[in-house]
């Protein structure tokens, strides 16, 4: 291991949390999710092309900050995803990559053993203020 936390470690929680507390900061457009070692970040947006623009500039980001803290992170295990309302058609989006490598756009992902597609926001709701949670266009990087 160059760089990390071992998994299974008593105080691999405390030290992943230190980790990730350095992480860069989101634009206003960009929110992380976190859950354990689980990471979303979800990018909204009215336009689908924007979404894309500032997913790839935050993945830019991303990357500088892995390389100089020496993280590696398996991108194959990453996927990303387009929601929107039903009905509403888009072009599948420019590739995005993160290492050089391509994360996949997909209809359908899971995220902490919950199963979402494409169509799944209109459904999501904040249970702190009871409306729906994702407006717009939103890209979606669990990994």
Request: hydrophobic share 40%.
């Amino acid at each position: 291991m160059r760089a990390g936390v071992a998994q299974g470690g008593l105080i691999s929680p405390v030290l992943f949390s230190l980790y990730v507390n350095e992480l860069p900061p989101p634009s206003h457009h960009v929110k992380l999710g976190f859950h354990a070692d689980d990471t979303a970040i979800i990018v909204t947006s009215r336009k689908p092309m924007l979404s894309v623009s500032y997913l790839e500039s935050y993945l830019n980001d991303l990357q500088r900050w892995l390389n100089e803290c020496r993280i590696a992170i398996n991108v194959s295990k990453s996927t990303a995803i387009i929601f929107a309302r039903a009905g509403r058609r888009f072009i599948q989006p420019r590739p995005v990559t993160l290492f050089g490598e391509p994360i996949d756009w997909v209809d359908t992902t899971r995220y902490l053993e919950v199963s979402l597609n494409k169509y799944t926001p209109g459904r999501l709701t904040s249970t702190r203020s009871g409306r729906g949670l994702l407006k717009g266009w939103v890209c979606w990087v669990p990994s």
